[in-house]
């Protein structure tokens, strides 16, 4: 059985989820889906980056003073965001908890055993909303790209660093092609010149006079340990390290750290030389040959813009994905989010689109098809799945057209298989709906397609065996989408099962490999009641 192990960033709590951190974390969410119905033993984590100023500013905006009652107000407020959504994360963290500061400990303490933290003097500018050292070259003016409002601070302070710069040669090797350890491509070629042209050591504590949250460094009450040095060994504190070897040596390392663009150069240069560092006094750390154990794969993705500017908690036009729930339900929403844009690429947000894509691509093309085939077939075959020879793989239905209903199913299933495995939750729901067929494509089973060129509601006086050949088939390509999309829309995926005359449960836990099978359908058998998968929305406003 394979394991694999996923995360999404831990987001900071200054404020509450965006569509920008949902986007994050549904994609995250699908692919857990996918490899739990593939029956890997899959573990998703996602949390809360805690020990971060920008909490602290947060906090006193709101007119507050107790910082451990605002983080754990906040850190609800993202778990029950995400719980809206339906993600399905196996465990939530929070760098505020015990068992993460353990962890931490262990790997401060493993990475100066290997001589690479030394005492220096920072002298620089510092942008908090990076939570971030910054050189003048990225600066736009005076100010931080990414946060243009906020004025940087210049900091001359003792601070303990970390000889990053010593694995420059071993990082430009872990971004070798074939290791798809960054992707996509474009980012690997951003973080192989950033290393080959400006890595350099990096400050790792800050005096504690001057920042008032951190993880104190061990044994050295004056300095906290840099906010970024710590969250990222959220990644493994959530799943053991420091306090359960063996729940860490089942999942480390990590399979796949889903991020945005904004934060490659820490989860692909800073993160895993601090992980070959610390491994070098760890066996936790370790493979039988000796090398560290480094994640398999960052992804990063591109950002939600609003006219064209990232949305952001800073830059103060977020979007709460809550708001669209009442009107098009959380799949609705997670379809939209996942689909509206290339993964890896940027892409504005707008409500007509949402609208649009709920009314067009949801309720026109798949919500109607659905009903279409189950009234058809209740219609003309008694409320059952009608008699079809299940071990056809090809179905002739007229000398123009010859459908081939297993064979073509089966391309889609790969195209979809692949890109998950790519990570492409876009090019999966862009092949389901090729599927689903409007316009004529080769090779595909196309559902609407079929309706349209066969015409069942009138073949069916004339040849009414031919036409429960057809539905059989449509029927059963319900059952494949309704499989295909689950990961994205597990609750209209439910839907579906039920009203095809499944029993939901059971017929998920056949697993991915038995669930897509051709035939899964039993003529005969009695079919659920069809209603609308998408219903109008009650307000036309959202
Ligand atoms: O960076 N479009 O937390 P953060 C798409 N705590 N994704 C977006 C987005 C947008 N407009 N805005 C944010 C941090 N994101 C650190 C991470 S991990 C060890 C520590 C998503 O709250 C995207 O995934 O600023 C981005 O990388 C993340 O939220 C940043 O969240």
Redesign the pocket.
């Known amino acids: 059985m394979n394991k694999y192990y996923l995360t999404?960033?831990?987001?900071?709590v200054n404020d509450r989820p965006?569509?920008?951190?949902a986007?994050?974390t549904v994609v995250a969410d699908a692919l857990a889906r996918y490899h739990r119905l593939r029956h890997d033993t899959t573990y998703f984590v996602t949390g809360t980056?805690e020990n971060?100023q920008k909490n602290v500013q947060a906090m006193e905006k709101a007119g507050e003073n107790d910082l451990a009652a605002y983080l754990e107000r906040m850190a609800i407020a993202w778990y029950d965001t995400w719980r809206e959504l339906g993600i399905s994360f196996d465990n939530f963290i929070r760098t505020t908890e015990a068992r993460h500061l353990a962890g931490v400990a262990r790997f401060w303490k493993a990475v100066q055993a290997s001589g690479d933290i030394y005492e220096g003097t920072y002298e620089g500018l510092y942008c908090t909303g990076c939570?971030a050292f910054k050189t003048e070259t990225e600066l736009i003016g005076d100010k931080c790209p990414l946060h243009p409002n906020k004025d940087l601070e210049h900091i001359k302070e003792k601070n303990y660093f970390f000889r990053l710069s010593a694995y420059r040669e071993e990082l430009l090797k872990l971004y070798a092609k074939g290791n798809n350890f960054v992707m996509p491509e474009s980012r690997r070629h951003e973080i192989h010149n950033y290393v080959e042209d400006h890595l350099a050591d990096v400050s790792i504590s800050r005096e504690a006079k001057s920042v008032p949250v951190g993880i104190s460094v061990p044994g050295d009450l004056d300095q906290r340990i840099y906010v970024?040095f710590d969250?990222?060994l959220?990644?493994m504190t959530a799943v053991g390290y420091g306090t359960d070897e063996a729940q860490f040596s089942t999942f480390w390392p990590a399979d796949l750290h889903?991020?945005?663009?904004?934060?490659i150069k820490?989860?692909c240069a800073l993160w895993p030389a601090m992980i070959m560092s610390a491994a070098k006094n760890d066996p936790l750390l370790r493979n039988a040959d000796g090398s560290a154990k480094i994640p398999k794969q960052v992804h990063a993705?591109?950002?939600?813009?609003m006219d064209g500017v990232?949305?952001?908690?800073s830059l103060g036009n977020a979007v709460d994905p809550r708001e669209f729930i009442p009107n098009y339900g959380f799949d609705a929403v997670r379809y939209f989010l996942l689909r509206e844009i290339p993964f890896g690429e940027d892409g504005d947000f707008s409500r007509e689109r949402l609208a649009s894509r709920y009314a067009s691509d949801l309720g026109n093309t798949f919500g109607n098809l659905v009903n279409r085939a189950i009234a058809m077939s209740k219609k003309y075959f008694d409320g059952k799945v009608p008699p079809a020879d299940i071990t056809e793989s090809s179905l002739p239905v007229n000398e123009q057209s010859v459908w081939d209903g297993k064979g073509g199913l089966d391309a889609i299933k790969s195209a979809v298989e692949s890109a998950y495995a790519g990570n492409r939750c876009d090019v999966v729901l862009a092949s389901i709906w090729d599927g689903v067929g409007d316009t004529r494509r080769s090779g595909l089973f196309q559902a609407n397609k079929l309706i349209e060129e066969t015409q069942p509601f009138k073949l069916v006086k004339e040849d009414p065996e031919a036409v429960g050949e057809i539905l059989y088939a449509l029927l059963e390509s319900l059952r494949w989408y309704a499989w295909l999309m689950h990961p994205v829309m597990p609750n209209i995926s439910v839907k579906i099962f039920e009203q095809l005359g499944l029993d939901a449960r059971a017929e998920l836990s056949k697993g991915w490999v038995q669930g897509l099978k051709w035939g899964g359908l039993t003529p005969g058998a009695v079919l659920g009641d069809p209603s609308p998968l998408f219903p109008r929305p009650e307000s036309e406003g959202v």
């Open positions: 999404t960033p831990i987001y900071y965006h569509i920008g951190h986007y994050t980056d971060s939570e970024w969250a990222l959220n990644y889903l991020v945005g663009k904004d934060i820490f989860h993705h591109g950002f939600f813009t990232k949305i952001s908690k």
